[in-house]
């Protein structure tokens, strides 16, 4: 059992280590935002199998345990997991449930309701984000509405729809839970905000007719408004990402590059390290848990 668990973890821990090497700008932005996502949610959701069956294991052969389960042992066709590596593995959980109740309580406490497709907020700073969910829809500031001219107001809607249409807030969620378990993906977060912001550009370049210099004009015409104003720019904002990347890309499109083979085989390797491991574990599970 342990080295069935550990050679997973270990696998994931290198894979999700090296995504950094991967060039992700140079990738289709829908592309490099799907992958680095399932890249996260499939390594942590792994991991916490693996701390899972390693610490249930553990406890479930204590006194304890086994009164909870009524003197049944939900692992009752694998080894006894050793004393230190059960504490090990029940501590991380622990740590990890706390880390992602800290990020969705922190998340809700920021949630702006909207009152509908578009609210105006009476403000002079440079504002203009989106708000996606059941209540969602963009934000804009009456300071950003002045900066900008009709035909860049076009561009702005249309990129923050794309954000709405695209939930690419379930994105930027999901990737903050994932490095509650893997701290290291910390590092991916520009990245993958820049690919939602990527790819509600191409969305409003396809709004105004290929028109290039058109978005890359209200993109830098907005973050120059936001830094005069000193205004942060929050998830899903016109203004947010890699402003200057974002316009060289806009002006000066890159040829697209071909998914690398390095991509396809991180997916390809955690994937089968979740699969072929892990299914035998949660369905020995539920083969042996007591309902009565």
Same mark, same amino acid.
């Given at each position: 059992?342990?080295?069935?668990?550990?050679?997973?973890?270990?696998?994931?821990?290198?894979?999700?280590?090296?995504?950094?090497?991967?060039?992700? +700008?140079?990738?289709?932005?829908?592309?490099?935002?799907?992958?680095?996502?399932?890249?996260?949610?499939?390594?942590?959701?792994?991991?916490?199998?693996?701390?899972?069956?390693?610490?249930?294991?553990?406890?479930?052969?204590?006194?304890?345990?086994?009164?909870?389960?009524?003197?049944?042992?939900?692992?009752?066709?694998?080894?006894?997991?050793?004393?230190?590596?059960?504490?090990?593995?029940?501590?991380?959980?622990?740590? &990890?449930?706390?880390?992602?109740?800290?990020?969705?309580?922190? =998340?809700?406490?920021?949630?702006?309701?909207?009152?509908?497709?578009?609210?105006?907020?009476?403000?002079? =700073?440079?504002? @203009?984000?989106?708000?996606?969910?059941?209540?969602?829809?963009?934000?804009?500031?009456?300071?950003?509405?002045? &900066?900008?001219?009709?035909?860049?107001?076009? &561009?702005?809607?249309?990129?923050?729809?794309?954000?709405?249409?695209? +939930?690419?807030?379930?994105?930027?969620?999901?990737? +903050?839970?994932?490095?509650?378990?893997?701290?290291?993906?910390?590092?991916?977060?520009?990245?993958?905000?820049?690919?939602?912001?990527?790819?509600?550009?191409?969305?409003?370049?396809?709004?105004? %007719?290929?028109?290039?210099?058109?978005?890359?004009?209200?993109?830098?015409?907005?973050?120059?408004?936001?830094?005069?104003?000193?205004?942060?720019?929050?998830?899903? @904002?016109? %203004?947010?990402?890699?402003?200057?990347?974002?316009?060289?890309?806009?002006?000066?499109?890159?040829?697209?590059?071909?998914?690398?083979?390095?991509?396809?085989?991180?997916?390809?390797?955690?994937?089968?390290?979740?699969?072929?491991?892990?299914?035998?574990?949660?369905?020995?599970?539920?083969?042996?848990?007591?309902?009565?």
């Amino acid at each position: 059992m342990l080295v069935t668990t550990f050679l997973p973890l270990v696998g994931v821990v290198m894979v999700t280590a090296g995504v950094r090497a991967v060039p992700w +700008r140079r990738l289709p932005p829908r592309v490099a935002l799907w992958t680095l996502t399932s890249v996260a949610v499939v390594g942590s959701v792994t991991v916490l199998i693996a701390a899972a069956v390693l610490a249930g294991g553990f406890l479930l052969a204590t006194p304890v345990g086994r009164w909870l389960v009524d003197a049944c042992s939900l692992f009752a066709a694998h080894h006894q997991v050793p004393v230190a590596v059960g504490l090990a593995a029940s501590t991380v959980l622990g740590v &990890v449930a706390w880390r992602i109740g800290t990020t969705l309580a922190g =998340e809700w406490s920021t949630r702006v309701e909207c009152d509908g497709p578009l609210t105006v907020l009476d403000d002079a =700073e440079p504002i @203009a984000f989106a708000r996606s969910g059941r209540r969602g829809g963009v934000v804009v500031s009456t300071g950003m509405l002045e &900066v900008l001219e009709p035909a860049e107001r076009r &561009v702005l809607f249309a990129h923050e729809r794309a954000h709405v249409r695209a +939930r690419h807030d379930v994105h930027l969620l999901l990737h +903050r839970v994932a490095t509650a378990t893997l701290p290291w993906l910390g590092a991916l977060g520009e990245e993958v905000r820049l690919a939602t912001e990527r790819a509600a550009d191409a969305a409003a370049l396809a709004e105004v %007719n290929g028109d290039r210099r058109l978005v890359a004009t209200a993109i830098a015409r907005a973050a120059l408004a936001s830094d005069r104003h000193g205004t942060a720019a929050p998830a899903l @904002a016109f %203004n947010g990402g890699a402003v200057g990347y974002r316009v060289q890309s806009m002006l000066h499109p890159a040829g697209r590059a071909a998914l690398p083979a390095s991509v396809t085989g991180m997916l390809g390797l955690v994937g089968a390290l979740a699969a072929t491991v892990f299914v035998h574990h949660v369905a020995t599970l539920l083969e042996h848990i007591c309902l009565s």
